[in-house]
């Protein structure tokens, strides 16, 4: 029995005794992140490919943090969920990218559109998408100033409570975007059961677009799909000038990535967007 238990424990390696500890200190960090100041929300813009020109923006969230610098989302958007800290922080992204879209809308493109991504764990929380419509009305913006980007993943358990809730926000004119979109278990099904606007094909498809590739088939099939059922699509990660031309040319909607532009903080999307870009 003496051995067993020492077995057990050799698993526990320094190593791993590290990565665990760094991690603690990181979702304790997490938890004064919001009421420190170091949460930044940051704008991308997302191009009308038939003009160039920007009408929507996606809201990314940034982490500043005091020893470590910017830690990136892909790293601390996980923890936040496991510890549920994201729903104070989503509705904090909400409230943010909604006192920011009022003020452009106002000032410089009354048609401006922010999407924000919405956590299924903040999804899931009972009112939560009261929580931002309030925010909406609060700010006295109308529902088609915002874009609620949520994953495939959500719509799969189809329950009525999933449609109730998009609804919803589909009733006051909030549009839905489908993130991420062919990276999930792809069952088309739910497309049609449930009101969606606007499918984003995940950067990875994008990546390797090239003529005759079978990245460039499927980006095409997922475009005739989406049209076919009126939905809009959005190109993720678009960073050449190839790139972008191939997905015209495939009749796509919408572009998002570092050749238009990378996230910036809001004072430099002001820029962006009073310079008519
Ligand atoms: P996402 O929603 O798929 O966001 C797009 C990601 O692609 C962003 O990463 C963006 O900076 C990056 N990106 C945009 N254009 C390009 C490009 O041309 N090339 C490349 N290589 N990357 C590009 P980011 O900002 O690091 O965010 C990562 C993920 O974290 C997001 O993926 C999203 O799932 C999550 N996230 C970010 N902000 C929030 C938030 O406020 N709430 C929630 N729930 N999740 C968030
Ligand atoms: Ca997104
Ligand atoms: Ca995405
Ligand atoms: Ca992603």
Known sequence: AKNEGRNRFSYFTP??????????????????????????????AIVDLSNGQIYKAEALLRWLHPLRGMVSPAEFIPLAEETRLIIEIGDWVFNESAAWVKRWRTHFMAHLQVSVNQSPVQFAKNNSNDQWLAYLHDQGLPGEAIVIEITESLLLDSDAEVKASLLKFRGQGVQIAIDDFGTGYSSLSYLKKFSIDYLKIDQSFIRNLAPGSSDMALTEAIIVMAHKLGLKVIAEGVETIEQRDLLIGAGCDFAQGYLF??????????????AGL
Do not use: H, T
Request: glycine fraction near 6%.
């Open 15 to 44: 190593a791993l005794q590290e990565q665990v500890q760094k991690r603690i200190r990181l979702i304790n960090d997490l938890r004064g992140a919001l009421a420190g100041g170091q949460m930044r929300v940051y704008f991308q």
């Open 261 to 274: 532009s990378k996230p910036v903080p809001p004072e430099e999307f002001e820029l962006l967007i009073q």
